[in-house]
């Protein structure tokens, strides 16, 4: 099965063989994870769509792929239009469309292992209104058909210290058992891979960029846990690390242990953001004699994990400045390169690489270098490849989203560089992003703002111009974990976080131009406390982390206020101040220039 359509026409075979009618293909793991092992790459494999957000729905005689804003370039040149109809999310939610396109009596099937409880209910109540059933497969479909499917990854898992962490694993486990207790609960479940990582202090290479081991977790109210993972992948080391307190066992045991759980009427704690429905299924399969109890809360890791000890902020700010240096050099590179015309994209993704190992720290990239130029920098979570690997052309844009993970920090970094003369308009939509990026690095805000009130900060002055662009202006980010991190988050919409002092988010407004330029600006931020003169309740600002010059030829200086002119100097002042001792000799006065008040 070599194309993409061979593989919907077996994919269907072998739907209609397990009597359905139709199939969801969500790109997730059993985690819900955003990014994940190769072995769950279903949703690539099946339709060509690399993207980290996705779903399609495969029925008889239609089948529809749905993408957000991010990938509406990127799934039309990588999705075969006769195949597929394309769907924007939210506007069509996979459910909506379902209840439209099924017929009564039909049966759509789906993995109880991918999906969670919230979308069956849903799923199943819009399938219901229209006389169809939502029906869970024992084995996914796709696994049937895929014969060359990777395995999971056994990659042995690590240790990843106290004087990394900052807080020992006991001590977290002890924070969750009192959590526990207040609840009157026995044991909360623990799905999420990088909640995992960081309640016990661990880290993996079982999914690329992101340092995770695949594993599940069980923490009790005495502070005991389990941790459920291929025990080939525990060492000695791993053992003595996590001590007696921690039972392991593998990870095929983790369906046998919920219902042990539900059957002996235990109360249980699940997040159904992270935790799959089969999860809950397994606790409750013993049926209400058991009287298993099942609390929906979200996981206790999630905001603890997001708010950085003073450790982890020292460890994310010396790995910002490792990383500024490694950004810096290639900067000097790219500026000196670029206009003899010989530069790929490819080429350039691997050069920056190359100067981020030189540091011997670089564990891993934090993601797939964006590596843009021109027309393909206007598609916003693009992935360069050998295929689509452009020339860097004289007076273009070139858009570099980049970020490497350390054993002490993870770092993400969006510069937007011009090669030869820009256009008034590339500047003109450079320097409005650029005002949107200091608008919200300089707010200062109470405690209790979430970052979707501060959202319109960054997108105004593109607003006023009548342009916008189609994703969030900042995600959390973890520490030597994932580069998206939640609770927290700057958005147009959603139940987001309220900010607190220790939390890491980018902030990264843009603009793009379909088949011409794009632009985003991405430093990450701290929020850190806040002194005001005669404030009356604590208030709140951030902390520019990233070091890297912002290109001033792009910059339309009559456009930009004397408040933001100081900002941009002041940064750029500390970037020279910062990286300057540790940069080669050549590269120096190039940070000088590239860093000059204007």
């Keep these: 099965m070599l194309t993409h359509k061979d593989r919907l026409t077996a994919l269907r075979t072998q739907i209609s063989a397990d009597k359905l009618d139709g199939f969801v293909v969500p790109l997730t793991d059993e985690h819900m994870s955003e990014y994940v092992g190769s072995y769950a790459q279903r949703l690539a494999w099946l339709t060509g769509f690399e993207g980290s957000a996705g779903s399609a729905v495969i029925l008889a005689d239609e089948a529809a792929i749905f993408t957000d804003g991010r990938y509406t370039l990127q799934v039309r040149d990588q999705v075969d239009a006769d195949l597929y109809s394309f769907q924007n999310v939210p506007k069509v939610r996979v459910a909506d469309w379902l209840a439209d396109h099924v017929k009564s009596g039909q049966r759509i099937g789906y993995d109880p ?25 024992t084995t996914n479909p796709i696994d049937r058909i895929w014969a060359d499917r990777p395995t999971p990854s056994r990659a042995k898992i ?5 004087h990394l962490a900052g807080r020992s694993s006991a001590d977290k486990r002890a924070d969750i058992a009192k959590w526990l207790q207040s609840k009157k609960a026995d044991t909360v479940v623990i799905a999420a891979l990088d909640s995992i990582a960081w309640l016990f202090n661990i880290r993996g290479r079982d999914v690329a960029r992101t340092p995770v081991a695949l594993a599940f977790a069980m923490v009790r109210a005495d502070g005991s846990a389990a941790l459920f993972t291929d025990l080939a992948k525990v060492d000695d080391d791993v053992r003595d690390h996590l001590g007696d307190d921690v039972e392991i066992a593998d990870r095929t045991a983790f369906t046998a242990a919920l219902e042990a759980l539900g059957a002996t009427g235990k109360t249980v704690i699940v997040d159904p953001s992270s935790a799959v429905v089969a999860i809950f299924q397994a606790i409750e399969s013993a049926g209400d004699a058991a009287g298993a109890n099942i609390i929906e809360a979200r996981d206790p890791c999630a905001l603890a994990k997001a708010i950085k000890n003073p450790v982890e902020i020292q460890g994310t700010r010396d790995a910002h400045h490792r990383d500024g240096v490694a950004l810096t050099r290639f900067l000097h590179w790219f500026d000196g390169e670029a206009p003899k015309g010989g530069l790929t994209e490819l080429g350039v993704a691997e050069k920056l690489e190359s100067f981020r190992r030189e540091s011997n720290l670089l564990r891993d990239l934090s993601f797939d270098t964006i590596s843009g130029s021109g027309p393909n920098a206007a598609i916003p979570h693009y992935r360069v490849s050998e295929a689509s690997s452009r020339h860097i052309g004289n007076d273009s844009i070139f858009l570099v989203d980049s970020g490497g993970q350390y054993p002490d920090g ?3 970094v969006t510069r937007t560089l011009v090669v030869g003369t820009p256009t008034p308009e590339m500047r003109d939509r450079f320097t409005r992003v650029l005002k949107g990026h200091i608008a919200l690095a300089t707010a200062i ?10 959202d319109a900060l960054a997108r105004q002055f ?8 189609a994703h969030g202006t900042g995600h959390g980010v973890g520490s030597y974990l994932n580069v998206h991190e939640g609770p927290q988050r700057i958005a147009t919409a959603g139940d987001d976080e309220p900010l607190a002092a220790g939390m890491i988010l980018s902030d990264e407004p843009g603009y793009y131009k379909s088949g011409e330029y794009g632009i985003r600006i991405e430093n990450l931020v701290l929020v850190v406390p806040v002194d005001v003169a005669g404030a009356e309740q604590d208030m709140l600002g951030f902390e520019s982390l990233t070091l890297a010059p912002i290109d001033l030829d792009l910059v339309d200086d009559s456009l930009l206020t004397d408040a933001e002119r100081q900002w941009l100097n002041a940064y750029h002042a500390r970037v020279r101040d910062a990286l300057s001792e540790a940069l080669p000799a050549e590269v120096k006065p190039w940070l000088e220039a590239a860093t000059r008040p204007i």
């Design 113 to 137: 292992w991918l999906h969670t409880r919230l979308w069956v209910k849903e799923a199943t109540r819009k399938l219901a209104e229209n006389g169809a059933e939502l029906v869970a497969v």
């Design 158 to 162: 690590e240790v990843h210290g106290d």
């Design 410 to 412: 993870t770092t993400d």
């Design 445 to 454: 805000f109470p405690t209790g703002t979430r970052g979707g009130q501060l």
């Design 462 to 469: 593109l607003w006023a111009a009548g342009v916008d662009y």
